[in-house]
């Protein structure tokens, strides 16, 4: 049964950083687009960012320039680097993988991240 296992989240202060991980095991790793959704109390889930099997990045408006999602085919991790946090940041971050070939689509348990000083 694949499992995704999110890591990293956390509070920190306005302006600062966090590092998200997501691992997979037992699954056939580079075939699979990843993304990063979150979502925050009263609100619906959005997608943050996004990769490609061969590395083709997507973000959000209100993320870019200050995310960075990276994946490791021979570690079988995805990341998300979040840098200049802001409070508006807060929410629950998932992780996602999906086959777009298949009906493959797994989910991970989801991490809080807290922005507050």
């Known amino acids: 049964q694949v499992q995704l296992v999110e890591s990293g989240g956390g509070l920190v202060q306005p302006g600062g950083s966090l590092k998200l991980s997501c691992a997979a095991a037992r699954i056939n790793f580079k075939v699979y687009h990843m993304y990063w959704y979150r979502q925050a109390p009263g609100n619906k889930r959005e997608l943050v960012a996004s990769i490609t099997p061969e590395e083709i990045t997507g973000y959000a408006d209100s993320v870019k320039g200050r995310f960075t999602i990276t994946r490791n085919n021979m570690q079988k991790t995805m990341s998300l680097q979040m840098n200049s946090l802001k409070p508006e940041d807060t929410a629950i971050y998932y992780c996602?993988?999906?086959?777009?070939?298949?009906?493959?689509?797994?989910w991970g348990q989801g991490t809080q991240v807290t922005i507050s000083s």
């Open positions: 996602n993988f999906r086959w777009l070939e298949t009906p493959l689509d797994f």
